[in-house]
């Protein structure tokens, strides 16, 4: 049974899959990052988070989504994650 905030964010990436990839990646990498600078026990470095914020948009956000999307397709094209692995070895 999928939980209520499961379900919305289900439906987020539904309606708008690289907008709702970015927006998470951004905020759980952030909060990551705040954490992690918390526990360094030095002053927040503001720059070096905006920084993470950044890159998890980019890279993390659009990149990931892009991967999948590509890499399922691939999967899809080859007869599921068997035949995506089975091609994979033959071509190695």
Avoid: C, H, W
Avoid at 1 to 21: D, E, V, W
């Amino acid at each position: 049974m999928m939980s209520a905030g499961l379900a919305r964010y289900a439906a987020a990436y539904q309606r708008s899959p690289i907008k709702t990839s970015v927006v998470s990646g951004v905020v759980v990498k952030t909060a990551a990052d705040v954490v992690a600078q918390s526990l360094e026990r030095r002053p927040l470095d503001a720059r070096r988070t905006a920084a993470i914020a950044m890159f998890s948009a980019t890279v993390g956000g659009v990149g990931n989504y892009l991967f999948i999307r590509e890499a399922s397709r691939l999967a899809a094209a080859a007869g599921g994650a068997r035949g995506a692995a089975a091609a994979a070895a033959a071509r190695s």
